[in-house]
Protein backbone atom coordinates (compact mmCIF):
# COMPACT_ATOMS: atom_id res chain seq x y z
CA UNK A 1 0.00 0.00 0.00
CA UNK A 2 1.55 3.47 -0.64
CA UNK A 3 2.48 5.45 2.56
CA UNK A 4 2.37 8.74 1.68
CA UNK A 5 5.24 10.87 2.71
CA UNK A 6 4.72 14.69 2.78
CA UNK A 7 7.12 17.36 3.31
CA UNK A 8 7.02 18.22 6.50
CA UNK A 9 7.82 21.87 8.44
CA UNK A 10 8.01 23.09 11.56
CA UNK A 11 8.00 26.68 12.94
CA UNK A 12 10.60 28.06 15.57
CA UNK A 13 9.91 30.10 18.26
CA UNK A 14 12.28 31.81 21.25
CA UNK A 15 11.24 34.29 23.13
CA UNK A 16 13.61 36.94 24.36
CA UNK A 17 12.33 37.66 27.36
CA UNK A 18 12.01 34.94 29.08
CA UNK A 19 14.51 33.93 32.17
CA UNK A 20 14.51 30.01 32.20
CA UNK A 21 16.79 28.15 30.10
CA UNK A 22 16.79 27.89 26.46
CA UNK A 23 16.84 24.06 25.20
CA UNK A 24 17.56 25.20 22.32
CA UNK A 25 17.58 23.53 18.53
CA UNK A 26 16.22 19.85 18.77
CA UNK A 27 18.45 17.34 17.93
CA UNK A 28 16.32 14.60 16.27
CA UNK A 29 13.38 16.74 14.72
CA UNK A 30 12.68 14.28 11.84
CA UNK A 31 12.45 11.65 14.59
CA UNK A 32 10.72 13.43 16.78
CA UNK A 33 8.06 14.72 14.57
CA UNK A 34 7.65 10.89 13.27
CA UNK A 35 6.60 10.22 16.85
CA UNK A 36 4.33 13.12 17.37
CA UNK A 37 2.76 12.24 14.01
CA UNK A 38 2.08 8.74 14.57
CA UNK A 39 0.71 9.48 18.57
CA UNK A 40 -1.51 11.90 17.06
CA UNK A 41 -2.78 9.39 14.44
CA UNK A 42 -3.06 7.20 17.39
CA UNK A 43 -5.18 9.66 19.66
CA UNK A 44 -7.91 10.29 16.57
CA UNK A 45 -8.28 6.70 16.27
CA UNK A 46 -8.42 6.02 19.55
CA UNK A 47 -11.11 8.25 19.59
CA UNK A 48 -13.24 6.83 17.09
CA UNK A 49 -12.63 3.45 19.66
CA UNK A 50 -13.98 5.47 22.53
CA UNK A 51 -16.77 6.49 20.30
CA UNK A 52 -18.28 2.84 19.15
CA UNK A 53 -17.51 1.60 22.24
CA UNK A 54 -19.67 4.41 23.62
CA UNK A 55 -22.26 3.51 20.90
CA UNK A 56 -22.20 -0.14 21.90
CA UNK A 57 -22.37 -0.02 25.95
CA UNK A 58 -25.95 2.53 25.17
CA UNK A 59 -27.18 -0.03 23.38
CA UNK A 60 -26.60 -2.60 25.08
CA UNK A 61 -27.72 -1.17 28.29
CA UNK A 62 -30.84 0.11 26.94
CA UNK A 63 -31.47 -2.57 24.36
CA UNK A 64 -30.23 -6.09 26.13
CA UNK A 65 -33.56 -7.74 25.34
CA UNK A 66 -33.48 -7.30 21.43
CA UNK A 67 -30.99 -7.47 19.38
CA UNK A 68 -32.83 -5.92 16.22
CA UNK A 69 -33.82 -2.97 18.19
CA UNK A 70 -30.11 -2.63 19.56
CA UNK A 71 -29.04 -2.72 15.56
CA UNK A 72 -31.42 -0.49 15.09
CA UNK A 73 -30.64 2.42 17.20
CA UNK A 74 -26.67 1.53 16.35
CA UNK A 75 -27.62 1.95 12.56
CA UNK A 76 -30.04 4.45 12.31
CA UNK A 77 -30.02 7.07 15.04
CA UNK A 78 -26.97 6.90 17.78
CA UNK A 79 -24.19 5.48 14.65
CA UNK A 80 -24.68 8.16 12.40
CA UNK A 81 -23.21 11.29 11.77
CA UNK A 82 -26.21 13.23 12.85
CA UNK A 83 -24.97 12.90 16.31
CA UNK A 84 -21.33 14.80 17.40
CA UNK A 85 -19.24 13.05 19.98
CA UNK A 86 -20.39 15.88 22.44
CA UNK A 87 -23.93 14.39 21.93
CA UNK A 88 -23.01 10.58 22.43
CA UNK A 89 -20.57 11.57 25.60
CA UNK A 90 -23.55 13.61 27.52
CA UNK A 91 -25.98 11.20 26.51
CA UNK A 92 -24.20 8.14 27.70
CA UNK A 93 -23.26 10.14 31.00
CA UNK A 94 -26.62 11.09 31.45
CA UNK A 95 -27.59 7.30 31.25
CA UNK A 96 -24.94 6.30 33.93
CA UNK A 97 -26.59 8.77 36.25
CA UNK A 98 -30.29 7.96 35.72
CA UNK A 99 -29.48 4.83 35.95
CA UNK A 100 -26.85 4.71 38.67
CA UNK A 101 -24.78 2.18 36.44
CA UNK A 102 -21.47 3.98 38.24
CA UNK A 103 -21.13 5.56 41.50
CA UNK A 104 -21.11 9.53 41.08
CA UNK A 105 -17.26 9.90 41.92
CA UNK A 106 -17.04 7.43 38.98
CA UNK A 107 -18.94 9.39 36.75
CA UNK A 108 -17.19 12.17 37.49
CA UNK A 109 -13.86 11.06 36.39
CA UNK A 110 -15.12 9.61 33.98
CA UNK A 111 -16.97 12.81 32.25
CA UNK A 112 -13.89 14.61 33.14
CA UNK A 113 -11.78 12.22 31.55
CA UNK A 114 -13.93 12.19 27.89
CA UNK A 115 -13.30 16.31 28.26
CA UNK A 116 -9.52 15.67 27.97
CA UNK A 117 -9.91 13.10 25.22
CA UNK A 118 -12.46 15.56 22.75
CA UNK A 119 -10.33 18.31 23.44
CA UNK A 120 -7.48 16.37 23.12
CA UNK A 121 -8.68 15.08 19.70
CA UNK A 122 -9.93 18.56 18.73
CA UNK A 123 -6.01 20.03 19.10
CA UNK A 124 -4.41 17.51 17.63
CA UNK A 125 -7.34 17.72 14.51
CA UNK A 126 -6.78 21.18 13.69
CA UNK A 127 -3.61 22.66 16.05
CA UNK A 128 -0.11 23.42 14.92
CA UNK A 129 3.03 21.37 16.22
CA UNK A 130 6.07 24.42 17.00
CA UNK A 131 9.31 24.02 18.77
CA UNK A 132 9.82 26.37 21.56
CA UNK A 133 13.01 26.95 22.58
CA UNK A 134 12.08 26.60 26.08
CA UNK A 135 9.53 24.52 26.24
CA UNK A 136 9.99 21.87 23.37
CA UNK A 137 7.50 20.50 21.10
CA UNK A 138 3.99 22.39 21.93
CA UNK A 139 1.03 21.85 20.30
CA UNK A 140 -0.90 24.97 19.40
CA UNK A 141 -4.87 25.33 19.08
CA UNK A 142 -7.75 27.55 19.67
CA UNK A 143 -10.75 25.90 22.30
CA UNK A 144 -12.47 29.14 23.52
CA UNK A 145 -9.19 31.13 23.17
CA UNK A 146 -5.37 30.40 21.61
CA UNK A 147 -4.13 27.39 24.41
CA UNK A 148 -0.97 25.32 24.17
CA UNK A 149 0.01 21.62 25.03
CA UNK A 150 4.21 20.99 26.07
CA UNK A 151 4.13 17.19 24.21
CA UNK A 152 6.05 15.24 26.48
CA UNK A 153 6.79 11.39 27.22
CA UNK A 154 4.54 12.99 30.61
CA UNK A 155 2.14 14.52 28.03
CA UNK A 156 1.56 11.37 26.41
CA UNK A 157 1.90 8.91 29.17
CA UNK A 158 -0.75 10.73 30.89
CA UNK A 159 -3.13 10.89 27.44
CA UNK A 160 -3.00 6.76 27.26
CA UNK A 161 -3.77 6.63 30.75
CA UNK A 162 -6.95 8.80 30.31
CA UNK A 163 -8.44 6.70 27.15
CA UNK A 164 -6.98 3.83 29.02
CA UNK A 165 -9.22 4.77 31.68
CA UNK A 166 -12.39 5.39 29.41
CA UNK A 167 -11.95 2.52 27.61
CA UNK A 168 -11.88 0.90 30.53
CA UNK A 169 -15.48 2.01 32.25
CA UNK A 170 -16.77 1.19 28.61
CA UNK A 171 -16.08 -2.22 28.59
CA UNK A 172 -17.48 -3.44 31.82
CA UNK A 173 -20.72 -1.87 30.78
CA UNK A 174 -20.59 -3.49 27.76
CA UNK A 175 -19.39 -6.90 29.73
CA UNK A 176 -22.42 -6.43 32.34
CA UNK A 177 -25.21 -5.66 29.97
CA UNK A 178 -24.91 -8.42 27.46
CA UNK A 179 -27.91 -9.52 24.97
CA UNK A 180 -30.47 -12.00 26.68
CA UNK A 181 -30.74 -13.14 23.27
Same mark, same amino acid.
Given at each position: ? #???? $???? %????? /?????? !???? @? ?18 LAAMITIEDRI ?13 ? #???? $???? %????? /?????? !???? @?TRMLEKFELLE ?51 FFINAEDVFRS ?16
Amino acid at each position: M #KEFN $FPKA %ITFRL /DIDRGD !KIIG @FPTNVDKDLSVIERNRSEILAAMITIEDRIIDAMSKFLFKESKQ #KRDY $FINE %IVGTS /DFSFSF !KRKA @FTRMLEKFELLEPDSIRDLKANLNKLMLWRNAFAHGEVIHDHHDGYVLKYYSGGHKELILNSEFFINAEDVFRSCLYVCNGIVQTHKLKT
